[in-house]
């Protein structure tokens, strides 16, 4: 498919030119590693390289090189955190750039079907009105049921026109968000307190066991999603031009609205609402490699995953306390955005 033939705010930054671009490309497709490493050495209880590499062999082979305090701190705290804010950056990246394709609007984030909002509701519920709930599964199960509302109002004659489901979202997530303030409102406030950190994002509270029932879906997610990606180029040309070429539109919007909803649901209910990460990374990697979806996916997968471990990185370690995620991300986001619009004007965003 020829990129010229892409819709004028999808095609808005052509990419990096020639050898240029593949080195950025590679550079990005590499960078999950150091910041990894990196991420692991970031703590009250200092770690080098070296160490970060030891421990991780001594584990594999089975001998115990190091004091046991240091394996606690790193395996079980600090690599179930990194590994969890790579696996949602990553998750979250990949279905924003999905989301833009099928929706063809270089607006729409994973959190566009009103999804954040019923989340957020569910964790609320769970925090201040039925405690035995465990506040995780809430999160998801509200998180889809908002999808779910939103598809099912745009859904007519066995079609779901785009106009339609992002004016359902907005219809959605409007209702939740009015539920989730009869919460706050009612709520004591030491839950209102915590209510409040949880809607603004934090890997504080992963462990081993959240991260273990979670994982799966979101990587499943996800591979789906970038399995599926060259069908996002024949999307984004329109409904007619797609049907034309013998694609089950439907079908296909159905895969990536449900992939993307589901491996959202996950993140939020595992870090909170973290703002802007689904909207900006896929627009950074258009900048770098086009907006040709084959390389779009896997190239927003990386940088995603490298972002938001970065993101939690400063949230953690930048001052003597833990700054939720939102903060971070949308003073970050929110410039990037506003300067990307201002250079994009021109290219068919108005």
């Given at each position: 498919m020829a990129v010229r033939r892409l819709p004028a705010a999808l095609r808005a930054g052509t990419g990096l030119p020639g050898g240029w671009r593949t080195v950025a490309i590679v550079a990005i497709a590499l960078s999950p590693i150091p910041a990894f490493v990196f991420s692991m050495l970031l703590g009250s209880y200092g770690l080098s390289v070296g160490d970060v590499f030891g421990i991780i062999w001594s584990r594999i082979i089975g001998t115990e090189a190091y004091e046991s305090t240091v394996y606690a701190v790193f395996f079980d705290i600090?690599?179930?955190?990194?590994?969890?804010?790579?696996?949602?950056?990553?998750?979250?990246?990949?279905a924003g750039a999905a989301l833009q394709g099928v929706l063809r609007n270089p607006l729409v984030d994973p959190y566009i079907l009103g999804l954040s909002s019923g989340a957020a509701f569910g964790a609320a519920?769970?925090?201040?009105?039925?405690?035995?709930?465990?506040?995780?599964?809430?999160?998801?199960?509200?998180?889809l049921l908002a999808m779910?509302?939103?598809?099912?109002?745009?859904?007519?004659?066995?079609?779901?026109?785009?106009?339609?489901?992002?004016?359902?979202?907005?219809?959605?997530s409007?209702?939740?968000?009015?539920?989730?303030?009869?919460?706050?409102?009612?709520?004591?406030?030491?839950?209102l307190q915590t209510i409040v950190r949880w809607i603004m994002g934090s890997f504080n509270a992963v462990t081993w066991s959240l991260l273990s029932t979670s994982w799966f879906l979101m990587v499943l997610g996800t591979i789906v999603m970038i399995a599926l990606r060259w069908r996002l180029n024949v999307l984004a040309l329109g409904d007619d031009e797609a049907r034309s070429s013998g694609m089950n539109v439907e079908r296909y919007k159905v895969v990536f609205i449900l992939c993307a909803a589901l491996v959202s649901a996950v993140g939020v209910s595992i870090a909170g609402i973290v703002a802007l990460v689904g909207l900006i990374v896929p627009h950074m990697?258009?900048?770098?490699?086009?907006?040709?979806?084959?390389?779009?996916?896997?190239?927003?997968?990386?940088?995603?995953?490298t972002y938001l471990v970065l993101v939690d990185d400063i949230a953690r370690a930048a001052l003597g306390y833990e700054v939720p995620l939102s903060i971070i991300t949308t003073l970050i986001g929110a410039p990037f955005f506003w300067l990307l619009l201002r250079s994009t004007k021109a290219s068919g965003w108005e």
């Open positions: 600090r690599l179930p955190r990194v590994l969890s804010a790579m696996l949602v950056g990553m998750s979250i990246s990949v519920l769970a925090i201040a009105v039925l405690p035995w709930l465990p506040l995780q599964l809430s999160a998801f199960l509200f998180g779910g509302i939103a598809y099912s109002m745009a859904r007519s004659g066995g079609r779901v026109p785009i106009v339609s489901l992002i004016l359902s979202g907005v219809i959605t409007a209702i939740f968000t009015a539920l989730l303030s009869i919460v706050q409102i009612s709520a004591h406030e030491r839950s990697a258009r900048m770098i490699a086009g907006p040709d979806h084959r390389t779009l996916l896997p190239l927003s997968a990386a940088l995603g995953a």
